[in-house]
């Protein structure tokens, strides 16, 4: 059958969380308080960096990095999830739809990458402290941060022309709260082997090149400080890398949790609160209470001004 080059679906209906439509109220005031606390706790970290001389390091700034990944990460999934929850089931348009799966695969590869940019600053401060400085200088971590940005734009460019070939003439509902990979394919009414094979091979450098370079850093971290003679050191230098450590297990245990369940809908709609709503709260909070430059530079900013105003 021939179809026209267009796209005869122009309106996407997210169904969203049936099951718990008793429940809606409640639930929409849960999701706007954590998209609130979201955004509060990153622009936080986000203006602690940027305002305080002594965290102006490469850790805080991809830190800030990251916590900019995670605003927007959120803010293209939780606004039109909010009106899904609270109308039980909401319309997207078609090119709104698009721009949100952009958006938040972009999202999602540029928190991956950032992850493995960190733990190798955590390697290099750990395993080669003389020459952490020397390598790890302003110069370098723009270069990184630059790159990883023209990759995630060369990434959706290439995600792009392959969705844009396809054809997609209905149906138009998705049982799900916003428009991820395998709810779109499903609406369409072309040939969608090229695009998940592109998919499949595109994992190789968005997340199992960035997750065996993480593990190999620790690797390298781990046989560091069990070397070290004091305990005291292994602790202090462990518990530098420990909050980097915790938000890439809650985010990598999420992702392959996904994959345990490809066929069971409810269960990835559930498990997929946990990389885009639950892991940009919990990145600025798991920093926040683990790192006591963060905790100074929030008592000497904030400090400041409310001494000022009273």
Known sequence: MRYDNFSMVTEILLMGFQSFQSLHIFFFLLLLTTYCLTLCGNLLIIILVASCRQLHFPMYFFLTQLSLTDILLTTSIVPD???????????????????????????????????????????????????????????????????????????ILMISITMNNLQFCGPNVIDHF??????????????????????????????????????????????????????????????????????VSV??????????????????????LLYTIITPLFNPIIYSLRNQDLKLAFKKTFGTYLSFAT
Request: proline share 4%.
């Open 81 to 155: 999830m909010l009106r899904v929850v609270l109308y039980e089931g909401s319309t997207i348009s078609f090119i709104g739809c698009l721009a949100q799966f952009y958006v938040f695969t972009a999202s999602e590869t540029l928190e991956s990458l950032l992850l493995t940019v960190m733990s190798y600053d955590r390697y290099q401060a750990i395993c080669n402290p003389l020459r952490y400085t020397s390598v790890m200088n302003q110069t370098f971590c723009l270069k990184v941060v630059i790159s990883c940005w023209l990759f995630i734009c060369v990434i």
């Open 178 to 247: 916003f428009c991820d990979f395998a709810p779109l394919l499903k609406l369409s009414c072309s040939d969608t082997l090229v695009v998940e094979i592109e998919s499949f091979l595109l994992t190789i450098p968005v997340l199992l090149c960035p997750f065996t370079a993480i593990v190999v850093s620790y690797v390298y971290i781990v046989f560091s400080i069990l070397r070290m003679p004091s305990v005291t050191r292994r602790q202090k230098t462990f518990s530098t890398c420990s909050s980097h450590l915790t938000v």
């Open 251 to 272: 985010y990598y245990g999420s992702l392959i949790s996904i994959y345990l369940f490809p066929n069971q809908e409810n269960i990835q709609k559930v498990l997929s």
